[in-house]
């Protein structure tokens, strides 16, 4: 096995265990958790079968297989880069509607008599004990 072979082996096994735990960790959809499988995989099988590999890629008219591991590298990254643009427009217009609910939701609480410096001012239990243990540490000096 030739160098090239290894090395797309290696980093075949490398996506595959990054993949799986990230997954199992909860870090990915499905979606991208299946899309990096399928990576590791043929990553992995373009490794161990790099001499047939080598020979297809020659009847294709590629000159040596580091030319054509550096086009797929350009396509996937091409293919990466336009499923984060569709996941950050998706999570820009998520967060531009939950944006607009609070200003309705100011608005409307506004509307009844609601005003921020009071409900700032009314002291929750937890702020009530910080006070009093603030006010135990001042006497302390």
Do not use: N
């Not at 990466?80 to 509607?97: F, G, K, W």
């Not at 702020?127 to 000096?141: I, N, P, V, Y």
Request: aromatic residues 4%.
């Amino acid at each position: 096995m030739e160098a090239v072979g290894i090395v797309l082996a290696l980093a075949g096994v490398f996506v595959l265990l990054a993949s799986w735990f990230t997954a199992r960790a909860g870090a990915l959809t499905l979606g991208q958790g299946a899309a990096w499988f399928l990576l590791g995989l043929a990553l992995l099988l373009l490794g161990l079968m790099q001499g047939s590999l080598t020979s297809w890629l020659r009847s294709m008219g590629v000159g040596s297989p580091e030319v054509a591991v550096l086009g797929l590298g350009g396509i996937l990254l091409l293919a990466v880069l336009l499923q984060q643009a569709s996941i950050l427009a998706h999570t820009t217009a998520r967060v531009r509607l939950l944006a607009q609910e609070v200003a309705l939701l100011r608005h409307m609480l506004e509307e009844v008599g609601w005003d921020r410096g009071k409900a700032r001012s009314h002291a929750g239990p937890s702020d009530a004990r910080e006070a009093k243990g603030a006010e135990s540490h001042q006497g302390d000096r």
